[in-house]
């Protein structure tokens, strides 16, 4: 009987040492580590290069999540090292008198499909007020490519007020996307706002906005694009006001 106990720990013990090294395997199977810059093109020439509409609507989704040194192993992880490539091109951004870097990080994620993937908060640049010179997001996922989703937008603040407003970054999960909307149905039906919303597909209604007064927005740039790439590549993303360079790699499990 003894004999027979004592036969089946070594069985059970390589089960479960097998089953923990399978479970941590697919822990980091879709682990990457990305690595990011954003930053604005300071040529003069592009100040008057091109009219950029001032009717935009901002807003930020309702899954979102935020860079930060997390313990845990799902959420989106800032890391200190950086791929040479990359730590080489963003380099080059700092020497150079033209390019100014806004926001630069490096971090470990899993990653989802296009449809599940959160989208994660993004701002640099200098502080005016509650607003960033850079805020919005983006997504990365990983399916049969992988995908990068921009929706940044860049403010210059100055001294002359356009018709334009940005929208708070979210501080909790239970914030709604936009304010309670004030439209009333008689103005829903105006030949003028079937126009605009013609011109404009993905806007809806909400609530006046309350900007700050102290710091004027004069122009609001959005970078609104979808790029497929591959892991291992370093990638830029090309706009006339500003611009980004990333690189995505497989985290590579520790052999048992």
């Known amino acids: 009987m003894s004999t027979t106990v004592h036969r089946r720990y070594p069985t059970l013990l390589l089960v479960l040492l097998l089953g ?12 990457y580590h990305i690595d990011m810059v954003v930053y604005a093109n300071n040529d003069p ?23 930060q040194p ?38 470990e994620q899993d990653l989802q499909a296009r449809k599940k993937s959160p989208a994660i908060l993004i701002q640099g640049g200098k502080q005016f007020g509650k607003h960033y010179e850079l805020e919005g997001y983006i997504r990365i996922a990983v399916e049969r490519y992988l995908h990068l989703d921009t929706n940044l937008w860049l403010a210059r603040f100055g001294s002359h007020a356009g018709n334009y407003y940005l929208p708070q970054q979210p501080q909790s999960y239970d ?37 700050e007064a102290d710091y004027p927005i004069e122009q ?16 830029f993303i090309d706009h006339p006001k500003f611009g980004v360079i990333v690189k995505v790699t497989k985290v590579v499990a520790p052999k048992e």
């Open 20 to 31: 923990f090294s399978a479970t941590a395997f697919a822990q980091n199977a879709d682990r």
């Open 45 to 67: 020439g592009n100040m008057y290069e091109e009219d950029w509409p001032d009717n935009v609507h901002l807003r930020y989704p309702r899954k979102w999540v935020r860079l």
């Open 70 to 107: 997390s313990s845990s192993s799902s959420s989106p992880r800032i890391v200190d090292s950086s791929d040479p490539e990359f730590a080489k091109a963003a380099q080059s951004l700092r020497m150079s008198s033209r390019y100014k870097p806004l926001f630069l990080a490096s971090w």
């Open 175 to 211: 914030e709604p996307e936009e304010p309670a909307p004030l439209v009333d149905e008689a103005f829903e039906n105006s030949p003028e706002y079937l126009q605009f919303k013609q011109q404009n597909p993905g806007f809806q209604p909400s609530a006046s906005p309350q900007q």
């Open 220 to 235: 609001i740039v959005v970078m609104k694009q979808q790029r497929r790439m591959r892991s291992d590549e370093l990638h």
